[in-house]
Each structure stands twice: as structure tokens, then as C-alpha cells.
């Protein structure tokens, strides 16, 4: 059974840094992109950042030169690097893994950004 814990939000004042780091457990095959999204309250779940297999990056436009997505692949980590942090990044940050076939996420981990 795949299991994704996220850890690290929390409360931080604007201009501030958080790191999210993602466990993964349980047999994943195929890994296709690893990553994180966020769902801001009365709007959609939305793109962060993934990282492919063959180690290419993607950024969501807002939060590009601000946030570094990163992985061990021999611990099964995944992080999130978030400097710079401002009152719109607030949200629930969502770890996702996404095989050929299967698509995991965590429970989530508050992230809230006070001015």
C-alpha cells in the first residue's frame, strides 16, 4: 500500500522560507513525475512543481525563481524549497506521485502566510 506523508508547513510571515518534504512508502513502480500542488481555499488544485524521471523540472508561473523542487530518489523524498513566500502562496500543499498507471497524493500540509 503506497503511503505519501508531507511534512514542514506551517505559519511564516511574508518574505519568509518554509522547506515541505514528502516520505514515500510502500512499492511504487514506474515513477513517472514526482512533485507538489496546492489548493488555496474556493479555487483549484493547482501545479507547484514536478520533477520527471529524467529529471526535468516544471514550475507553476507564479511561484518560478521562488521555489525548488527536489528528490532522493534512494530515501523516497521529495522536497519543496519555498523562499520568498507571500500572502498568495497560502494553501494546502499536496505531494503527488504519478505512475504510468496509478496517481498518489498525501493528505496535505497547511501552508498560511501572514503579511
Known amino acids: 500500500q503506497v503511503q505519501l506523508v508531507e511534512s514542514g508547513g506551517g505559519l511564516v510571515q511574508a518574505g519568509g522560507s518554509l522547506r515541505l518534504s514528502c516520505a514515500a512508502s510502500?512499492?511504487?513502480?514506474?515513477?513517472?513525475?514526482m512533485g507538489w500542488y496546492r489548493q488555496a481555499p474556493g479555487k483549484q488544485r493547482e501545479l507547484v512543481a514536478a520533477?520527471?524521471?529524467?529529471?526535468?523540472?516544471s514550475y507553476g508561473d507564479s511561484v518560478k525563481g521562488r521555489f525548488t523542487n527536489s528528490r532522493d530518489n534512494a530515501k523516497k523524498m521529495v522536497y519543496l524549497q519555498m523562499n520568498i513566500l507571500n500572502p498568495e502562496d497560502t494553501a494546502v500543499y499536496y505531494c503527488?506521485?504519478?505512475?504510468?498507471?496509478?496517481?498518489?497524493w498525501g493528505q496535505g500540509t497547511q501552508v498560511t502566510v501572514s503579511s
Open positions: 503527488n506521485v504519478r505512475t504510468l498507471v496509478d496517481n498518489y
Open positions: 510502500g512499492m511504487i513502480l514506474r515513477i513517472s513525475a
Open positions: 520533477i520527471t524521471r529524467d529529471d526535468i523540472t
